[in-house]
């Protein structure tokens, strides 16, 4: 991983504390001091997600399932950068229902001539692990279509259907290794 992500993604890490203490909102500091550094969506490289949110049997039992869908997932050729998860998994409930997150990926270049077989192997998949409620969104995209799809499932994971208000911050989840993409250039505008 590059210097300048690392410091990045270490910087971002620093404020989960004081965003779990306050129930992970959406911004932690007061409006003109936020940055993409301590606001959502926080950044949990995936063994820290684990420890955090793995604090009953349920959750450790959906996490454990989430893996084991990633995993298969990355068996069957769809490589995960990162994920986007919110809803009643980041709440301060005990029985979460499920994990609903948004799946970044990218095919495995070996199996990206024929994107088919795979794209269509998601749902039995999916129907293997019931503890997870995963949505799909290609990096290799328009970036305008990347950007539309994290931003609606960020805030969709935000709202609050009880308030009617966007009062939870969404949560970002790195696999143990970072994809080249992440490691790429240009990094350096984001710690601005």
């Known amino acids: 991983m590059s210097d300048i992500l690392n410091h990045f993604i270490e910087t971002c890490r620093v404020h989960n504390p004081a965003a779990a203490a306050g129930g992970y909102p959406p911004f932690t500091a007061p409006f003109r001091r936020e940055t993409p550094l301590n606001s959502a969506p926080y950044i949990f490289p995936f063994a820290d997600f684990r420890t955090t949110f793995g604090t009953n049997a349920r959750r450790r039992r959906i996490i454990a399932d989430?893996?084991?869908?990633?995993?298969?997932?990355?068996?069957?050729?769809?490589?995960?950068?990162?994920?986007?998860?919110?809803?009643?998994?980041?709440?301060?409930?005990?029985?979460?229902?499920?994990?609903?997150?948004?799946?970044?990926?990218?095919?495995?270049?070996?199996?990206?001539?024929?994107?088919?077989?795979?794209?269509?192997?998601?749902?039995?998949?999916?129907?293997?692990?019931?503890?997870?409620?995963?949505?799909?969104?290609?990096?290799?995209?328009?970036?305008?279509?990347?950007v539309k799809r994290l931003l609606f499932f960020a805030n969709l994971f935000s709202y609050d259907k009880d308030t009617?208000?966007?009062?939870?911050?969404?949560?970002?989840?790195?696999?143990?290794?970072?994809p080249e993409t992440l490691n790429a250039s240009g990094i350096e505008d984001a710690c601005a």
């Open 164 to 178: 009617h208000a966007m009062s939870r911050g969404s949560i970002v989840v790195l696999p143990e290794t970072l």
């Open 66 to 146: 989430a893996e084991a869908a990633l995993d298969a997932l990355r068996r069957h050729g769809l490589m995960w950068h990162l994920l986007i998860v919110g809803g009643s998994f980041i709440r301060d409930e005990d029985r979460p229902s499920d994990l609903d997150a948004l799946v970044v990926y990218a095919l495995d270049p070996a199996m990206a001539a024929d994107a088919a077989p795979v794209i269509a192997g998601i749902p039995p998949i999916l129907r293997r692990h019931p503890h997870v409620d995963f949505k799909f969104c290609p990096i290799d995209i328009s970036p305008l279509i990347l």
